[in-house]
Structures are given as C-alpha cells and as structure tokens.
C-alpha cells in the first residue's frame, strides 16, 4: 500500500510561511525563546502602614526569528499529517524535512548555488545506496541459499564420521567384552581343574586304603587256610596210623614253608613300610597339589598369548582409527576452508564463463560406482554421449538403443522377418517418445479387442499380422512401414514402462496376449464394481476396496491386499481420511498416458506370482530341473499339481497348450525341456485364470 504523502504548495509567492526572502537575525542559536536577569529584592505595600520585600524574577523575553519559527511550526505540521514515525529512520521524514530544507534554500538566495550544490550530493548518494541495496538483495537470497547447502554437506559428512566412529567403538567393546569372557572362562577352567584334582586325590587315597584292607584280609585268610590244611593232615595222618618217618616227614614239610610267628613279623613289616610310602605319597600330592601338566600349561600359555597379540592388535588398529579421524577431522576443516575458496572462485566464473554439467557425479548413483563410469565414458566424453550412457543406466536398456539415427536399415522380405517389418531400403527415425508410443498403444489394443470379440477364441488374428493391418489402415500403406519401425525402437528404447514393456513381448511372442486381456478384464470389474458400490459418488470406503479385490482376485495374499491398500491410499492424498479414496486416480491414466500406479502394481504383483509359482514347478521336478532334462505334459502335470494343488482341469490344459504351443493339450506329444518350459510358465496367465 502506498504511503500518503502530503501535497506541498508550490515554492512561489503564496509559500506558507509568509515571507519572501530570508534574513539573517541576531538571535542566541543557543536560546530557547526567553531568558531570566537577576534576581532584585523588591518593596511592595500590603496595607496602610506596612510593606514587604520581595525576591521576584524578572523575565526577560527573546523572542525567536519569525522565519525560524514558521520553518519549525510548518516541519511539525508536515510530520504529523504524515503520521511519521518518532525515531528511526523513515522516507516520509526525509521527505518533510526535504521540503523545508528546499524552503529554506529558495529563500536565501546568496547561498542558494551551495546549498542546493549540497542537497544534491546528498541525493546522489541516497540514491546510489538504494539501487545496491535492491542490486545486492537477490545476492542476500543466494548467500543464504548456498549456506544452507554448504551446512546440509557438512552436517552429513559429520554424520557419516560420526557413525563410523561408533561403529569402531561399539566393535572395540565388543572384543574387551570377549577377552573378559575368555578370562572368565579360563578362570572357571583353573577352579574346575582344582576341583577335579581334589576330588582325584580323594578318590585315590579311598581306593589305596580299599587295596590295603582287601590285601591284609587276603593274608589272614591265606594263613587261616593253611592252618587249617595243617591240623586237617596232622589229623589225618594219626587217624590212619601212619608210620613216625611220615610224621616227621610232614614237620619237616611245615619248616620250609616257614613258622607262622615270622610271616606275622614279616607281614607287620610290610605294613609298615607300606604307611611309610603312604605317607610319602600324600606328602607329594599335598606339595604339588596347584601344579598342572606341562603339556596343559603350554596350550594355556598359547591360547593367552594369542589372546594378547590379538588385544594388541586391536588396541592399534583403534589407535589407528583416533588417528585417522584426527587426521580426517582436520582435513574436514581443510576442506571447508578449500570449499569456500573454490565456491568463490566458481562465483566468479559463472559470472565470466557457461556452466558445464558435472558428469563425474553420475558415479555415485550408478551400479558399480565412480570406476564403472569412467570405464563407461573414456572411450567418447562427448555430453550427447554421457547422456545415453546415463538414459541407459536408468532404463536398463543398451546404450545404442539411445543413439539418435536418423534412419533404419530395413530387415528384408524374407519368411523370417515379421509381416510389419518386411522392408527392404532406409526408413526415417521419428524418435517416437514415451507419451505418443504409449497412446499408439493404447489405441491398438482398443481396436485388437473389438476386432477379437467378432471371432471365436480359437481364431483370433496373430498380433504381427493384425499390427501391419492396423498400421495400415490408420496411417497408409507407405507410412505404416515407417511406423512400425519405429514403434518397436520405440519399445526397445522405453522397455521401463510397464505397458510398453508388456506390448513388446506380447508382440515377439515371449509372452501370452492373454495375459494383458485377462488383467483388462480383472481392471474393468473391479472398477465397474466399485462405482456401483459407490452408488453416484466418487469415492469409496476402505472396506469396499478391499472386498472388491478379494473378490476378483482371491488367490492375493494379505500381504498383497495391504499393498494395494497402502498405494491407493498413497496415490489418492487420502492419508489424512483413509475412508473416503477416490476412484479417479486408481484406475485412469495419469499425464502422457502413464499406467496408473494402482494398475502398476497389479501387474508387478501378476509378474512376482507368475515367477513364483515357475520356481514352484521347478522344485517340484527335482532332478530333471537340476539337469535340464526333457519332460512330457503328464510330467508337467503332476508337477504343477504338486506346486499348486487347487489347479483344475481348464488351468493344467492351458499351461500345456501354452508351453508346447499347440491348440489342444493331445498334440503335446514331444517332450521339451525344462528350461523352455520354465520361461514359458514365466511368461503365461496363470495366476489371472
């Protein structure tokens, strides 16, 4: 809004101060209009008789210069009927006293020429301060831009340090926390060993005295035998009367086995000298009790040392990482100080110079990194040529599919070219793009339908045969040779697009054209079925969507419904209300005729169904898919029955129809291997049937 200013008469005869040419007066510039004398004592009657002495002031009034006063009075006036402010400075009050410095020169006509010299100066110079600071504005926005960014860049490389040296340190703790178990462990390994030991020696010195008794009892029953083996043949030698030379003969056999009385001495000896070596033995045990093999002693020896070169290890490896990121942190500031150095001088040739891409960065985004783009670019870093290479790494299509040619060399006439590329010569390159190929498309399988639903399902045209004929009909016999062409570069160029991706294989015969009609079908019905269910509206609940896709799509996971629901409540904004999901945007084609992403994600969730249940089969046949062996259509039965067992009759006829590519399931009567059959059940309509 615009500010009011106050409209000045003109500097005329009529001026409003009243007066016509200015004169110096001899008024005190430090005077404020009156001043005081002296104090005098004064005599002043009150009454018959009486008086008093008074002290009074006594004013004495200077007054202002009359042109002064009306300059100040009309200053006053401008300011407040221009409602400028107190303090600070303001455009209406320089304008005020603009005016009454413009007064005051005109009226001063001596020195008008200087003071107007200086009014002038002063202009040139508000004037020339304003126009930079208009000129350095959009710099202002540019500098604040350009830190944010610098600031974002440094926040991330701190970020990314950071989790490094997190990472080291949580690795650092987790060795410390394995060298304390280690320790632990050989602690409770030492306590066990001493316990065992114990346990041994007690064990030991339980079966020594156990050996002894058994010893001792076997000694006093031997002497006990044969004291009785002696009274039996003493008594039985007198009971048969036996003659004195036998008598004597068995005293002088008792002599040389020895007199009882000795072995008794002897044995007792024994014994002793057994304690003696008892005692002896228990001496050892007790004195060498914390002594362990040597052998046990060196492999705890090693396992300690190989602990400790490995802490050792670890300790330096750490010391190296604090030095690093010592190192690192200061290069990070020589970087910054680098980075604002170059940013000027790149400041300062954009001013003087054209900006080029900075094609290096593409590295960073690519699959196999910096190294695979310099391998990819060294051969010809022309910026047309990096602009293929890049095309061709997000599409995953060749980098010559991307080469702009301005024609095509025609594949002949013969049987094994395609009805619509029979061609013999050049054929101008349109460069068809994505948009008009994909309504080309769209427009083909409108007619292929119509034309399809006047015939049985048996005689349905070849898609090569009805392309040229409807190439031929909508744009000429001479221009449908260029069209076709040109459409399938255009198919192998935009191969990313789901439903230029789809027509192509359809139309190469790798895929069945089935698959496309079966999921138009499923497409139409569901949304024939939910705008009867919206009942004139146009949005449907959340529980009507997902009953609809469990009806015409019972074979969908939960996981698969949850998708679906997740990316029509992402394509609809409808977040915020999850009940309420347009029906618009799930089903209708986006700009430039794009799939909806609904739909895209159908027919990603149809491809990732038809993958699995191929790799089903394959496990199914066991061996034979090890070896790439030959199989029969009962082979691949039994296999797609043991993959899927709801499989009925209808479904197991057409995947035998559709992998030996015969009209009835008899006439497969040649086996085929399994890897031909695999890529064709990749490729078929299973699980739409």
Not at 112 to 121: F, G, Q, V
Not at 161 to 180: A, M, P
Not at 541 to 549: C, N, R, T
């Amino acid at each position: 809004m615009a500010e009011k200013v106050a409209k000045l008469p003109p500097l005329g005869s009529d001026r409003p101060l009243g007066t016509q040419t200015a004169t110096f007066d001899s008024w005190p510039a430090h005077s404020s209009g009156q001043t005081y004398g002296q104090m005098m004592l004064v005599k002043k009657q009150v009454g018959e008789g009486r008086a008093e002495l008074t002290n009074p002031w006594d004013k004495k009034v200077i007054p202002k210069p009359k042109f002064l006063e009306q300059l100040e009075t009309y200053l006053q006036k401008e300011l407040r009927a221009l409602d400028c402010p107190s303090k600070g400075p303001s455009e209406l009050r320089l304008q005020a006293h603009r005016e009454v410095f413009e007064y005051l020169i005109s009226d001063f006509k001596t020195y008008r020429p200087l003071l107007a010299a200086i009014k002038n100066e002063y202009e040139l110079v508000i004037s020339d301060l304003h126009q930079r600071v208009r000129e350095l504005e959009p710099l202002k926005q540019m500098l604040v831009t350009v830190s944010e960014r610098c600031d974002q860049k440094v926040m991330q490389i701190q970020e990314n340090q950071r989790q490094d040296l997190v990472d080291l340190r949580k690795e650092n703790i987790r060795l410390l926390q394995r060298i304390d178990t280690m320790k632990e462990q050989e602690k409770d390994y030492i306590a066990q060993i001493d316990k065992m030991r114990e346990e041994l020696g007690a064990e030991y010195e339980k079966y020594k005295n156990e050996c002894d008794q058994r010893r001792m009892l076997l000694q006093d029953l031997n002497e006990m035998r044969y004291q009785r083996e002696q009274e039996q043949s003493v008594t039985a030698s007198q009971a048969e009367g036996g003659t004195e030379e036998e008598v004597g003969a068995a005293a002088s056999e008792e002599k040389e086995l020895g007199d009882p009385v000795i072995l008794k001495i002897a044995l007792r000896k024994t014994r002793e000298a057994n304690q003696d070596l008892t005692w002896k033995l228990n001496e050892m045990d007790a004195d060498y009790a914390n002594v362990i093999p040597r052998r046990q002693f060196e492999l705890l020896q090693t396992e300690y040392n190989n602990y400790k070169e490995s802490m050792k290890a670890k300790e330096e490896e750490n010391e190296k990482f604090t030095n690093e990121l010592e190192a690192l942190t200061k290069s990070y500031a020589q970087v910054v100080e680098q980075r604002d150095e170059f940013y000027t001088e790149l400041e300062s040739l954009k001013r003087a110079s054209t900006p080029r891409p900075r094609w290096d960065k593409c590295g960073d985004y690519i699959t196999g990194g910096v190294k695979r783009w310099k391998e990819l670019t060294s051969e010809n870093p022309r910026s047309d040529h990096l602009v293929d290479v890049l095309l061709a790494e997000i599409t995953g299509a060749d980098v010559s599919t991307f080469k702009q040619q301005d024609t095509f060399e025609g594949l002949g006439i013969g049987e094994d070219v395609p009805v619509y590329l029979r061609f013999e010569g050049e054929v101008k390159n349109c460069m068809l793009d994505r948009a008009n190929t994909a309504r080309l498309i769209k427009d083909f399988w409108k007619h292929k339908v119509a034309a399809d639903s006047k015939v049985s399902l048996g005689n349905h045209q070849p898609m090569g045969d009805f392309l040229a004929k409807y190439l031929s009909e909508k744009y000429g016999t001479n221009k449908s040779i260029e069209w076709a062409y040109n459409l399938v570069d255009a198919c192998r160029r935009l191969s990313f697009d789901l439903r230029i991706r789809q027509f192509h294989l359809i139309l190469t015969g790798e895929m069945d054209e089935q698959v496309y009609h079966k999921l138009a079908r499923v497409t139409a019905m569901m949304k024939r079925d939910l705008e009867k269910a919206a009942d004139g509206d146009t949005v449907v609940s959340l529980d009507q969507l997902k009953a609809s896709i469990s009806k015409h799509l019972p074979k969908k996971t939960d996981f698969m419904i949850h998708q679906l629901v997740e990316c029509a409540i992402r394509v609809t904004d409808s977040a915020n209300d999850p009940t309420r999901i347009p029906l618009a945007p799930l089903f209708e084609d986006g700009e430039d005729s794009k799939v909806p992403e609904f739909v895209e994600l159908l027919c990603s969730q149809d491809t990732q169904e038809r993958q699995e249940l191929a790799e089903s089969v394959e496990n199914a046949l066991g061996e034979a898919a090890a070896t790439d062996t030959e199989i029969t259509g009962k082979e691949l039965k039994d296999a797609m029955l043991a993959a899927d067992s709801t499989a009925g009759k209808e479904t197991l006829d057409y995947v035998i129809c559709w992998c030996w590519s015969v009209q009835k399931p008899e006439n497969a009567t040649y086996p085929k291997t399994v890897k031909d059959v695999i890529a064709k059940l990749q490729n078929s309509a299973i699980p739409l049937l």
